[in-house]
T-cell receptor, first 113, second 114 residues
Framework: AQSVAQPEDQVNVAEGNPLTVKCTYS??????LFWYVQYPNRGLQFLLK??????LVKGSYGFEAEFNKSQTSFHLKKPSALVSDSALYFC???????????FGKGTRLHILP | DSGVTQTPKHLITATGQRVTLRCSPR?????VYWYQQSLDQGLQFLIQ???????AKGNILERFSAQQFPDLHSELNLSSLELGDSALYFC?????????????FGPGTRLTVT
């Protein structure tokens, strides 16, 4: 069965520093991987996705993610954090051989001014 | 604004009752997804429809049902409500039914069962 793990409930980063939000996955087939962000009292917003091709994926708001097949990871990164990046971040996976979509439990990102 | 609309924004009802949540997808999107978000369970995928047909099923209870109408709007029906059904219910839409499409989420309906 497919699964997604976000090992950190919360990540604190100083403004201007690089940030990483971790995600690991388990699927039986090829993975399709997504990152979404949720601001307070809002629905989720799509940030980026990995389907195939280049392992480094660039997305919205300066975010990027690196797909690592050997480590089954898809970590979200940003070179320089902004206070406005503070939000709840979700990693999601779809298995090429399964119709379901699985979301991680979410990581709350706090950017400290 | 994602272009996905959900009504109502808030719903308060009693145990044992039945409610209907409504979702209109983005213009041009044929797929609709329903999710339940709660503090203890996180974000749970319930069900997906594509162009009126059920496409994928997740952790949807038998007390819950959904449908997608010819105009592509969707409704999620929750019956015999229990306290544990209190949650935020999201609808999302995507252009196609395939697994590579990103989803666009509505603002959610907050359901409180008392």
């Amino acid at each position: 069965a497919q699964s997604v793990a976000q090992p950190e409930d919360q990540v604190n980063v100083a403004e201007g520093n690089p940030l990483t939000v971790k995600c690991t996955y388990s699927v039986s087939g090829n993975p399709y991987l997504f990152w979404y962000v949720q601001y307070p009292n809002r629905g989720l917003q799509f940030l980026l996705k990995y389907i195939t091709g280049d392992n480094l994926v660039k997305g919205s708001y300066g975010f990027e993610a690196e797909f690592n097949k050997s480590q089954t990871s898809f970590h979200l990164k940003k070179p320089s954090a902004l206070v406005s990046d503070s939000a709840l971040y979700f990693c999601a996976v779809r298995d090429a051989g399964d119709d379901k979509i699985i979301f991680g439990k979410g990581t709350r990102l706090h950017i400290l001014p | 604004d994602s272009g996905v609309t959900q009504t109502p924004k808030h719903l308060i009802t009693a145990t044992g009752q039945r409610v209907t949540l409504r979702c209109s997808p983005r213009s041009g999107d044929l797929s609709v997804y329903w999710y339940q978000q709660s503090l203890d369970q996180g974000l749970q995928f319930l069900i997906q429809y594509y162009n009126g047909e059920e496409r994928a099923k997740g952790n949807i209870l038998e007390r819950f049902s959904a449908q997608q109408f010819p105009d592509l709007h969707s409704e999620l029906n929750l019956s015999s409500l229990e306290l544990g059904d209190s949650a935020l219910y999201f609808c999302a839409s995507s252009v196609g039914s395939g697994k590579t499409y990103e989803q666009y989420f509505g603002p959610g309906t907050r359901l409180t069962v008392t």
